[in-house]
């Protein structure tokens, strides 16, 4: 199984400021095929279903705001949200769909500051 | 728009099963494969398995040795979940959720049901 690491478990940001969450997989979620990474980032507010942020690692999901964005490739990315806003506390989690089992990192918990 | 309705919170004793539905709604039911993830509390969520909604086909996670199964039923756009010889460990909210495009079994999910809380207890 490919195993996702998550840092940091969690972090608090004052409101305007930069967050960055790291994602890191076991073995590389790039197929050389279609030089696409299979890496995928979600917010999970309480009491509700997570919901999609970024696919192909760096590709923003319609109707997210551009302050959320992804890098990386291979092994190791990253989800930045460039100026924290209160609506964005939440825990965040990876995913990668490279293979089954499809496997979460473990979430970051982002408050504010 | 697209909807994913689970059945309500259940609770079970050890050994029991349990069987929650995912109905769909708004898209070509048949077009698209549902993905089944749990969240157990203060846990990672954890993948379980997928079924092809068009042909019925499925793969499921070794990591529940064959004590989960998935259906569906295409007349009544849902789909099925069924753990069996719960134990309390299997306590968790349970999820269907929809991968983003068709013809693709495993991809990102976009669309997730609003979960099913299952409660093991004696």
């Known amino acids: 199984d490919i195993v996702m690491t998550q840092s940091p478990d969690s972090l608090a940001v004052s409101l305007g400021e930069r967050a960055t969450i790291n994602c890191k997989s076991s073995q590389s979620v790039l197929n050389s095929s279609n030089n696409k990474n299979y890496l995928a980032w979600y917010l999970q507010k309480p009491g509700q279903p997570p919901k999609l942020l970024i696919y192909w690692a760096s590709t923003r999901e319609s109707g997210v705001p551009d302050r959320f964005s992804g890098s990386g490739s291979g092994t190791d990315f990253t989800l930045t949200i460039s100026s924290l806003q209160a609506e964005d506390v939440a825990v965040y989690y990876c995913?990668?769909?490279?293979?089954?089992?499809?496997?979460f990192g473990g979430g970051t918990k982002v408050e504010i500051k | 728009q697209v909807q994913l309705v689970q059945s309500g919170p259940e609770v079970k004793k050890p050994g029991a099963s349990v069987k929650v539905s995912c109905k769909a709604s708004?898209?070509?039911?048949?077009?698209?494969?549902i993905h089944w993830v749990r969240q157990a509390p203060g846990q990672r969520l954890e993948w379980m398995g997928w079924i092809n909604a068009g042909i019925g086909s499925t793969k499921l996670s070794q990591r529940f040795q064959g004590r989960v199964s998935i259906s569906r039923d295409t007349s009544a756009t849902t789909t099925y979940m069924e753990l069996s010889n719960l134990r309390s460990d299997d306590t968790a909210v349970y999820y269907c959720?929809?991968?983003?495009?068709?013809?693709?079994?495993?991809?990102?999910?976009?669309?997730w049901g609003q979960g099913t809380l299952i409660t093991v207890s004696s």
């Open positions: 995913l990668q769909y490279y293979t089954t089992p499809l496997t």
């Open positions: 708004g898209y070509t039911f048949t077009d698209y494969t």
């Open positions: 959720a929809r991968v983003a495009a068709t013809n693709w079994n495993v991809l990102w999910f976009t669309d």
